[in-house]
């Protein structure tokens, strides 16, 4: 009985160890990596001129303050700003390219999904969303607009995020007109994903017309549009014959893509109908379009919102 206990009790000092060194080597990992995320923006402050204020532009501050109240209002302060500190300006080439280098770093934070859908919400570090040549093409995605975005006298601030009680920081390119780009608030979206509709008749020489709209925005965090994709179908009649159909598609995307698509698959008869094919995201995915069977499809990770069917149209 006594060699049982001592054989459980050395057991369970043994599973003690294994615990204990698991959390350390989990703190020590953290650590690093909070370590080499830090040192990278530590380098880039080198390249910077120095900030004489800490004061941002209006047009600046006013996109953070209605950021914060969006984010507070659909995320219930589950990702808030807890400060920021205004780094500099970008006055050499060495120094875009390294703040290039740290928004693109796959230790960098990210986030990108529909804050009006918290469920579609997501906020980590680079490589623990992606890996192999997903992780590379999105690293090159960010980097590559970054390298469009960012500007020669532009600034850098520096913010201090909190999400679910974890801290992490992002760097943001401004200058006097507004935010240029940052990991969070342009891989963030407000979105509402019904859509908006709307319809009207016409009568024009004894000619009758009807035409149905449906389209859906996409905006930045502080609210102004950001994107847009969508379709409108027309039908000509008299009585209840379609003479004829027409239908015309839109899409763009600012900091990101979009993809539209429509053809007319009923023009004449008891009703008009259209086929459309409509997508938009952000940087760290892409839209493909697919002929054989007329659709818009998403991959990869990011922002976006995919749209494919058909619309009919009655006199």
Same mark, same amino acid.
């Given at each position: 009985?006594?060699?049982?206990?001592?054989?459980?009790?050395?057991?369970?000092?043994?599973?003690?160890?294994?615990?204990?060194?698991?959390?350390?080597?989990?703190?020590?990992?953290?650590?690093?990596e909070?370590?080499?995320?830090?040192?990278?923006?530590?380098?880039?402050?080198?390249?910077?001129?120095?900030?004489?204020?800490?004061?941002?532009?209006?047009?600046?501050?006013?996109?953070?303050?209605?950021?914060?109240?969006?984010?507070?209002?659909?995320?219930?302060?589950?990702?808030?700003?807890?400060k920021?500190?205004?780094?500099?300006?970008?006055?050499?080439?060495?120094?875009?390219?390294?703040?290039?280098?740290?928004?693109?770093?796959?230790?960098?934070t990210?986030?990108?999904?529909?804050?009006?859908?918290?469920?579609?919400?997501?906020?980590?570090?680079?490589?623990?969303?992606?890996?192999g040549?997903?992780?590379?093409?999105?690293?090159?995605?960010?980097?590559e607009?970054?390298?469009?975005?960012?500007?020669?006298?532009?600034?850098?601030?520096?913010?201090?995020?909190?999400?679910?009680?974890?801290?992490?920081? *992002?760097?943001?390119?401004?200058?006097? $007109? +507004?935010?240029?780009?940052?990991n !969070?608030?342009? /891989?963030?979206?407000? =979105?509402?994903?019904?859509?908006?509709?709307?319809?009207?008749?016409?009568?024009?020489a004894?000619?009758?017309?009807?035409?149905?709209?449906?389209?859906?925005?996409?905006?930045?965090?502080?609210?102004?549009?950001?994107?847009?994709?969508?379709?409108?179908?027309?039908?000509?009649?008299?009585?209840?014959?379609?003479?004829?159909?027409?239908?015309?598609?839109?899409?763009?995307?600012?900091?990101g893509?979009?993809?539209?698509?429509?053809k007319?698959?009923?023009?004449?008869?008891?009703?008009?109908?259209?086929?459309?094919?409509?997508?938009?995201?952000?940087?760290?995915?892409?839209?493909?379009?697919?002929? *054989?069977?007329f659709?818009?499809?998403? $991959? +990869?990770?990011?922002?976006?919102? !995919?749209?494919? /069917?058909?619309?009919? =149209?009655?006199?």
């Open positions: 009985m006594k060699t049982k206990f001592v054989n459980a009790f050395k057991a369970l000092l043994v599973l003690s160890a294994l615990v204990l060194n698991s959390c350390q080597e989990d703190s020590i990992e953290k650590a690093q909070n370590s080499m995320e830090q040192n990278s923006i530590e380098s880039l402050k080198q390249e910077l001129v120095p900030a004489s204020s800490q004061e941002l532009p209006q047009t600046v501050q006013n996109q953070i303050n209605l950021s914060k109240a969006n984010l507070s209002k659909h995320l219930n302060d589950d990702l808030q700003i807890e920021m500190i205004v780094l500099g300006k970008v006055s050499t080439d060495k120094g875009i390219t390294m703040a290039q280098n740290v928004v693109s770093n796959e230790e960098s990210v986030a990108f999904g529909n804050i009006k859908d918290s469920k579609s919400v997501v906020v980590a570090k680079m490589k623990n969303l992606y890996s040549e997903t992780l590379r093409s999105t690293q090159n995605n960010i980097k607009i970054a390298s469009k975005e960012m500007q020669l006298e532009d600034n850098l601030l520096e913010i201090t995020w909190i999400n679910k009680g974890q801290k992490f920081k *992002t760097i943001c390119c401004y200058r006097n $007109s +507004g935010i240029v780009w940052d !969070v608030l342009s /891989g963030l979206i407000m =979105l509402d994903a019904e859509g908006k509709t709307e319809t009207s008749d016409n009568i024009q004894k000619v009758y017309s009807k035409w149905y709209k449906q389209w859906w925005t996409a905006s930045w965090l502080w609210g102004s549009d950001r994107g847009e994709i969508g379709y409108q179908i027309t039908i000509y009649y008299s009585g209840t014959t379609v003479s004829n159909t027409d239908v015309s598609d839109w899409g763009y995307m600012s900091l893509s979009a993809r539209s698509e429509s007319v698959t009923k023009e004449t008869g008891s009703y008009g109908q259209c086929r459309y094919a409509l997508g938009l995201c952000t940087p760290t995915g892409s839209l493909s379009f697919n002929s *054989t069977n659709s818009v499809s998403f $991959s +990869g990770l990011g922002s976006n919102i !995919v749209s494919n /069917g058909y619309k009919s =149209l009655y006199p």
